[in-house]
């Protein structure tokens, strides 16, 4: 490159006047200090890696609690079930108890 | 010891949701089954099983039937006596003793069906089928040992 260069020429007659910003160096010092922030998980991101949110123990305890909680009430169920119905054969099978409700009918399954 | 109190607490309140949620939605079982067809499931009962109970129930049905007969006119001929002002009389008495007879038989021949229908069972499942249902005879004293045999 020389002066003779036709694009030397224009580089060197190029001349840049920035404006004037008094507080430049406070602006870019500020944007520096700021912290980072990350961008809020959607609601299935934190779903999906919520035992991470979420301390080791907490997760066993509420997984424990779920399923003592739906074993006690299935098993509820099911006694209260089988009772009723054994009380309903026997009840069809006892002279004693059909006679003893009137509207009964005399069936045998 | 506060975390341990906090887990316990959430423990605690997830399990009665779950409890409560369960005894609420979940379907309760048996509930349109007939006795039959509750006793086939309840006690894992073999085509060869439920066919023999079935037989046991048709051969009882009868039995059954008479039983009602004898209790009903026990009962009706007691109310008629009653109703005579007849309570102080030898009649009354006898319909009354006769009364007791009837249902010591009818006990008797209910319990004697039970056994025979458990005996049909395996015989853990005739162990339970009896202490199920021998509680719920009219006149139980729930203090009897149980023999599925």
């Given at each position: 490159m020389n002066d003779h260069d036709p694009l030397s020429r224009v580089l060197n007659s190029w001349?840049?006047?920035p404006s004037h910003t008094p507080d430049f160096a406070k602006t870019v010092w500020a944007r520096i200090d700021a912290p980072e922030e990350a961008p809020a998980p959607?609601?299935?991101?934190?779903?999906?890696?919520?035992?991470?949110h979420l301390p080791i123990a907490a997760s066993f305890a509420v997984i424990l609690a779920v399923l003592a909680g739906t074993g006690a009430g299935l098993a509820l169920n099911h006694g209260q079930s089988t009772d009723r119905?054994?009380?309903?054969?026997?009840?069809?099978?006892?002279?004693?108890?059909?006679?003893?409700?009137?509207?009964?009918?005399?069936?045998?399954s | 010891m506060k975390t341990f109190v906090r887990l316990s607490l959430l423990a605690l309140v997830v399990a009665a949701l779950a409890f409560g949620l369960t005894r609420w939605l979940?379907?309760?079982p048996h509930a349109d089954a007939d006795e039959m067809a509750w006793m086939k499931t309840e006690f894992h009962l073999t085509p060869a099983q439920t066919a023999a109970i079935e037989k046991l129930h048709e051969d009882y049905s009868?039995?059954?039937?008479?039983?009602?007969?004898?209790?009903?006119?026990?009962?009706?001929?007691?109310?008629a006596l009653d109703a005579a002002n007849q309570r102080a009389t030898p009649d009354y008495a006898a319909a009354q003793a006769e009364m007791t007879r009837l249902?010591?038989?009818?006990h008797d021949a209910?319990?004697?069906?039970?056994?025979?229908?458990?005996?049909?069972?395996?015989?853990?499942?005739?162990?339970?089928?009896?202490?199920?249902?021998?509680?719920?005879?009219?006149?139980?004293?729930?203090?009897?040992?149980?023999?599925?045999?």
């Open positions: 001349k840049h006047n959607s609601f299935f991101a934190q779903f999906l890696h919520f035992p991470s119905m054994a009380a309903a054969y026997v009840r069809s099978i006892d002279p004693l108890q059909m006679t003893a409700d009137a509207t009964a009918s005399h069936s045998h | 979940a379907p309760h009868p039995v059954c039937m008479e039983h009602c007969r004898l209790i009903r006119e026990a009962r009706a001929r007691l109310t249902k010591a038989v009818c209910t319990q004697k069906h039970l056994k025979a229908v458990a005996a049909q069972m395996s015989p853990d499942e005739g162990r339970r089928f009896l202490d199920l249902t021998i509680p719920k005879l009219a006149g139980q004293s729930h203090d009897a040992p149980l023999d599925p045999r």
